[in-house]
């Protein structure tokens, strides 16, 4: 039997041997959780790295294309669109900067700021990097069927807007 168990049954199944006390139920889903998000992490970035890009490279190129047209923001935004402090989106920037994939200007409206805007060349990874990742995210997700595809996405849905403002 234990054979026909994936590695979190495993450990389930010798907790409830040393632990018969304990109710470890939620690790079914965590440790799933954590290994998934482990294998698909270094499946996701293949586009990126075939691109020269990493997964927070991507992150702001992508805000920036989410943008619209002139495919800019400050960077105070663009740190709020990617979810990263200042400080990490000004490291991502300069690398990207030194690329030619994005440019750093002063602010028509504000001397004082800065607009952080995709070249042409950038709107160019971008898109490719985009279709790309949007296939490869398909590919990761064919051991599902639709339904259950949009299953998990209500579930995922609902368990993080516990979790969020």
């Not at 998934?36 to 992490?41: G, I, M, N, S």
Request: net charge neutral; aromatic share 4%; hydrophobic share 40%.
């Amino acid at each position: 039997m234990a054979d026909d168990l994936d590695h979190v049954a495993r450990i389930q199944e010798q907790w409830r041997r040393e632990r018969p006390d304990v109710d470890i139920s939620p690790q079914a889903v965590f440790g799933r959780l954590h290994r998934l998000a482990d294998r698909t992490r270094g499946e996701l970035e293949v586009e990126f790295r075939r691109r020269g890009l990493g997964e927070g490279e991507f992150d702001v190129m992508a805000a920036l294309r989410r943008a619209g047209p002139p495919y800019e923001l400050a960077p105070g935004e663009l740190a709020r669109h990617t979810m990263v402090t200042t400080g990490a989106a000004t490291k991502r920037i300069d690398r990207l900067v030194a690329a030619g994939l994005v440019t750093r200007r002063v602010s028509d409206d504000d001397a004082r700021g800065r607009v952080i805007g995709l070249t042409p060349a950038g709107k160019r990874v971008i898109d490719e990097a985009f279709t790309a990742h949007m296939a490869n995210e398909h590919r990761l997700l064919q051991p599902l069927s639709e339904k259950e595809r949009r299953d998990l996405e209500r579930l995922l849905t609902k368990w993080l807007a516990a979790f969020e403002d």
